[in-house]
């Protein structure tokens, strides 16, 4: 009962801050869902206020790197390969290596990443990218970025804005890691309860939140606007509630029905319950915005989804059909525009020339 009240408490407190606008409710949902025979599977949203004309590509092993803030920036060169989702084509906004560790980067207002003084500067653009490059799964990431190797240094985007981004990773083993910075200081959540996360408040009061709506039930009631609070306990009840196995005879008696597309199929379901149809925007608040589009990664057998909202069909590309050996072309399947694919789209990526990632000038 005391946490019950504690909880209560501050869900009250909370969302009479964001009811009065004080605190920001910004866009994108994140959750992980981790099934039986092994399965584990992320899911996310993309939520903007326009076009970030994403694309897709490929990065194979091998590629020299460099933190774009700079001559002190760090360079490296990537360990393993990885297929990710674009914004704007000047930095990686999601994507899954070749060991099945997955990134994706969401809006949190309250980041303050301080100053770089002391640690060598990177460019936000390239967060994301870092750790696919680097790492196969969630403990060696955690392990090596809370020794802070780099500060992260915010980008203005091309609609102007300033990104200010928070980073959720996940691996084939359900384990998670969520990394904020606040106030200058890095703060990590690790572990594999933190299935799912979406945007401001910080992540330590998106918890607290949910711990209200939990005691609720979320066959009882759940919030249902589009903010974050509301997304984050809609996300947390609907990710546990799908099924974890075999769906009943009369769906696995379907031809081609295998567990492993009904669970990328359900965790799409509940992405599509937390997103916004488009349309739908906040006046000054531009990053409550509609959803523009949805990605599935199943972890353990390296497929990586995407759902467009503009578009009939979602497709997916099977990691074991791309090359990600070292000195293989960088490709590029084109999705900005409005152009459409279905079913296996690995066969339909082009070589190119990899996009810029943008540059920062340090504080």
């Known amino acids: 009962m005391n946490r019950f009240r504690t909880s209560l408490r501050t869900a009250i407190a909370t969302a009479a801050l964001v009811a009065t606008g004080l605190a920001p409710a910004l866009a994108c949902t994140r959750a992980v869902y981790i099934g039986s ?8 949203s993309m939520d903007w206020a326009e076009d970030m004309h994403t694309n897709l590509w490929v990065f194979p092993r091998g590629m020299e790197r460099d933190g774009a803030a700079g ?10 390969g990885s297929l ?21 980067l969401l809006y ?7 100053t770089t003084e002391g640690r060598p500067p990177l460019s936000m653009a390239l967060w994301a990218q870092y750790v696919l490059d680097n790492f196969a799964t969630v403990a060696e990431t955690v392990a090596a970025l809370e020794k802070e190797p780099f500060r992260v240094v915010t980008a203005t985007l091309p ?19 969520i990394f904020e910075y606040l106030d200058g200081k890095l703060v990590i959540h690790h572990g594999k309860q933190y299935q799912v996360m979406t945007n401001s408040p910080s992540f330590d009061q998106q918890l607290a939140l949910n711990a209200y709506w939990e005691e609720i039930g979320g066959l009882t009631f759940l919030p249902g606007t589009n903010r974050a609070a509301d997304r984050f306990a809609r996300a947390s009840f609907l990710i546990e509630a799908i099924p974890t196995e075999t769906a009943p ?4 008696a379907v031809p081609d029905h295998t567990y492993a597309n009904q669970a990328a199929a359900s965790v799409l379901s509940v992405m599509r319950s937390v997103s916004v ?10 990053n409550i915005s509609s959803t523009l589009w949805r990605t599935v990664a199943d972890q353990k057998n390296k497929v990586y989804f995407f759902d467009s909202a503009t578009s009939p069909n979602a497709f997916w590309v099977p990691l074991a059909d791309l090359d990600f050996a070292p000195g293989a072309p960088v490709k590029k399947l084109t999705v900005a525009g409005g152009v459409i694919h279905s079913g296996n789209a690995a066969g339909d990526f082009v070589e190119a020339k990899p996009f810029t990632f943008l540059a920062v000038t340090p504080d």
């Open 37 to 44: 025979d092994d399965t584990v599977i992320t899911g996310r």
């Open 71 to 80: 001559p002190d920036s760090p360079k490296w060169t990537s360990k393993y």
């Open 84 to 104: 990710v989702a674009s914004g704007y084509d000047i930095g990686t906004a999601d994507g899954m290596n070749e060991e099945g560790l997955v990134t994706n």
């Open 108 to 114: 949190l207002a309250e980041s303050d990443y301080g």
């Open 159 to 177: 609609n102007g804005k300033k990104a200010q981004l928070h980073l959720s990773i996940s691996d084939p083993t359900g384990d998670s890691a």
């Open 249 to 252: 005879s009369y769906i696995s």
């Open 277 to 286: 149809p488009l349309g739908i925007t906040t006046p000054g608040q531009p």
